[in-house]
C-alpha cells in the first residue's frame, strides 16, 4: 500500500493565499486573482511534486500584491518556502522606472537557484498563457493595459530576456510552452 502524498503545507498555502488575495480580481478578468497562483503551481507541478516548492508558487504573489510581509512567509512556511517566494517578488518599489524594476527582476532570476527559476516559470507560463489569450482576442490594443512606457517593444524585451534567464529548464515542456508563446505573440 502507498503512503499518501503529505499535502498538508500546500494546503496550508493554497488557504493562506486564498484569504490574502480574497476580494480581489485578475487586472480587469473579472475572477478571483487566486485563480492565478493556482494555475502557477498547476504549472510547477507538472515539474516537480516537492510541497515546498509548490507552496511557493501558490504564494508568490502574496508578498508584492497584498500586505503579507515576507516574515510572516517565513514564519508560517519556513525558511526555504520564503526564499522561493523572495526570488519571486520584485525587488523595488513601484515609483522606480519600469525598466530598472524588470532589469533588477531578470538579474535576480538569473542568479537564482534551479529551484526558484521552476516556481517563477509557474508564473511566467500563467502570465504568458493569459497574455496570448488576450493578445488573440483584442490585438495591439492589449499594450495600452500595463505599465510599460514603451507598451509591446518592452513587454517584448522583457519576455524574451525571462526566456534568456529560465533557458536552464529548456528541457522541459513548460518552458517549451513559455518560448512558443513568447515567440507567437512578440514575433508577429
Known amino acids: 500500500m502507498n503512503n499518501p502524498l503529505d499535502t498538508s503545507l500546500f494546503d496550508k498555502a493554497v488557504a493562506f493565499a ?6 480581489t480580481e485578475r487586472r480587469g478578468k ?8 493556482m494555475e502557477a503551481a498547476v504549472i510547477v507541478a507538472t515539474l516537480t511534486n ?12 502574496t ?13 508560517l512556511f519556513g525558511n526555504r518556502v520564503a526564499e522561493l517566494v523572495q ?3 520584485a525587488p523595488l518599489p ?3 522606472p519600469w525598466r530598472t524594476r524588470k532589469e533588477a527582476q531578470l538579474t535576480q532570476l538569473v542568479h537564482a537557484p534551479y529551484d526558484s527559476k521552476v516556481v517563477a516559470l509557474g508564473d511566467k507560463l500563467s502570465n504568458m498563457r493569459t497574455l496570448a489569450s488576450d ?3 483584442v490585438g495591439d490594443q492589449l499594450w495600452s493595459r500595463f505599465h510599460a512606457p ?4 518592452d513587454l517584448a524585451w522583457y519576455y524574451h530576456s525571462l526566456a534568456e534567464a529560465l533557458s536552464e529548464l529548456l528541457g522541459t515542456a513548460a518552458y517549451q510552452e513559455f518560448v512558443n508563446l513568447v515567440d507567437e505573440v512578440f514575433n508577429t
Open 150 to 153: 514603451n507598451g509591446k517593444d
Open 87 to 89: 526570488h519571486e517578488t
Open 63 to 75: 508578498v508584492e500584491d497584498t500586505d503579507v510581509s515576507m516574515d510572516q512567509i517565513r514564519e
Open 94 to 96: 513601484d515609483n522606480v
Open 135 to 137: 493578445y488573440k482576442a
Open 30 to 37: 473579472g475572477y478571483p486573482y487566486i485563480l492565478h497562483p
Open 18 to 23: 486564498t484569504q490574502a488575495h480574497s476580494g
Open 50 to 61: 516537492d510541497q515546498e516548492m509548490l507552496a511557493a508558487a501558490i504564494l508568490h504573489d
